[in-house]
């Protein structure tokens, strides 16, 4: 093949070319972006006073991403077996494989960028004998470029082993996979991000060890407003990077409370959503302001730009309060349901005894009923009541109904010793095999008093050789 390209779609975060790269591969299939949101919602910067590298903090983000088969290899590997690098990385092209490595951009004509520095390539044409780049090449921004083949041998070969930070050559693909957007997961990042938590303290991961004495989430907006005072007293240089993390972070959280507000995570709150937009307007006005007196190398801006980061700082606290106040961490589950105060039995069980038949009342969704494996049909689900109960609703919800759902069932009632059908579905259709929550509802023709309700299961979806319930309701 003459022309090969690999698809790639705009990042939401352009700051770094190493989150860059990687999002514009996975960012062009929209079930990547849940996962998107969950990953950028925490800062960190190192303990050096003088190093303004404030990021994400999205620890081994390329090596942990669940959309992208990930390879590494020792850059020895390409100058022993490829006759050129450009050979190597149209092989690696040819297999669906993205590359990124460190290089020498000082071969490279439009790079701003002197000695080593990042490389992503997406694809190549073999008549012009280019390559298709990408990387924040020019003045920060993260934009596409072609690089020529000799250009690129220059500055794969011109790069020193000590300046490989990389340790090699990075390879990935993407791959199809389902994320499970957790709420509870979302709350808990949130409040560490407003307390700053010391995630480096708490994992002790090896290759992140360097970073324990850093600033993690609100507290960096400290080592900015320090930046700030050793620029007006000259012992520091203009660096425009860390207000433009800023303005991306609240991008991100603009972002994630519109998206929860959708998914029924957090209830309507308009006021919420526009406290989000100011904020990513303040922040926008911090990184344009700090620009401003890049340009022009003056300090005078200075005691306006610290104003605006306390303003800034002050809003998000209240922002990140109301949020975490609000998330509902939980499928909302209507009051009142009878099952809750029943005996739940099954005729066959499964040997997970944290998902036994008394899930099936569990408020929380997340412990679902699981069926013995290789179900043998019809199996019943009972629940018994003391005292008579008047019946008319019953729900159900499911998680993977396509894989694991009831499709067939029965419903019957015990009135004066006999039981009676109340109910029936066949051939049930779920719309989703995902985290995605389902509910069949059914609704009886006319109150029933009894003791018992009980469900005969007569076919399911088996693929994992098993079916789940998350949740069974029982209403008046």
Not at 14 to 23: D, E, Q
Not at 166 to 173: C, K, R, S
Request: charge should be negative.
């Amino acid at each position: 093949m003459s022309i090969v390209t690999l698809p790639v779609a705009k990042p939401m975060i352009t700051c770094y070319p190493y989150f860059s790269n990687l999002l514009s591969v996975i960012q062009n299939h929209a079930c990547t972006y849940p996962w998107v949101l969950d990953q950028f919602l925490s800062l960190e910067m190192p303990a050096d006073p003088l190093d303004m590298r404030l990021s994400f903090h999205t620890s081994l983000f390329w090596k942990s991403c669940p959309f992208v088969h990930y390879e590494r290899l020792d850059r020895q590997w390409v100058t022993r077996k490829w006759n050129s690098a450009a050979e190597f990385v149209m092989e690696c092209l040819n297999n669906g494989k993205y590359v990124y490595m460190l290089v020498n951009h000082s071969h490279i004509g439009f790079s701003n960028h002197s000695g080593r520095h990042d490389l992503f390539i997406y694809g190549y044409h073999l008549e012009e004998k280019k390559l298709y780049v990408a990387d924040n090449f020019k003045d920060g921004r993260y934009s596409l470029e072609e690089l020529e083949f000799a250009a690129f041998e220059l500055a794969f070969e011109q790069l020193s082993p000590q300046d490989d930070w990389l340790n090699g050559i990075e390879l990935i693909a993407y791959r199809e996979r389902l994320h499970w957007f957790d709420p509870r997961v979302i709350k808990r990042k949130l409040i560490q991000y407003r307390d700053s938590y010391n995630f480096c303290e708490a994992q002790r991961i090896a290759s992140e060890y360097y970073k324990i004495n850093g600033s993690f989430g609100l507290a960096v907006y400290d080592k900015l407003l320090y930046h700030l005072d050793l620029l007006q007293q000259g012992k520091s240089t203009f660096d425009v990077r860390p207000f433009h993390v800023i303005y991306e972070h609240k991008q991100v959280l603009e972002a994630l409370t519109k998206y929860m507000g959708k998914q029924g995570h957090l209830p309507f709150l308009p006021e919420l959503t526009e406290q989000c937009a100011r904020l990513t307007a303040i922040a926008l006005s911090v990184r344009n302001l700090y620009l401003k007196s890049v340009v022009t190398a003056s300090i005078l801006r200075l005691p306006d730009l610290k104003d605006k980061i306390a303003e800034l700082r002050a809003m998000e606290t209240v922002v990140l309060n109301k949020l975490i106040e609000q998330i509902r961490t939980e499928e909302w589950i209507e009051p009142g349901n009878l099952a809750e105060h029943s005996s739940i039995n099954a005729s066959s069980i499964s040997l997970y005894l944290q998902y036994s038949p008394a899930q099936l009342s569990n408020p929380d969704i997340e412990y679902p009923y699981y069926s013995p494996s290789a179900p043998e049909f019809p199996l019943d689900l009972s629940f018994a009541w003391e005292q008579p109960q008047s019946v008319r609703r019953i729900l159900i919800k499911t998680r993977f109904g396509q894989s694991i759902g009831v499709t067939d069932y029965e419903i019957y009632g015990l009135q004066a010793g006999e039981w009676l059908l109340l109910a029936e579905r066949h051939c049930t259709n779920y719309q989703y095999n995902n985290y995605v929550v389902e509910t069949i509802q059914i609704h009886l023709d006319a109150p029933f008093r009894t003791t018992q309700i009980r469900f005969k299961i007569l076919k399911a979806n088996t693929a994992w050789n098993r079916f789940e319930i998350n949740w069974i309701g029982i209403y008046e």
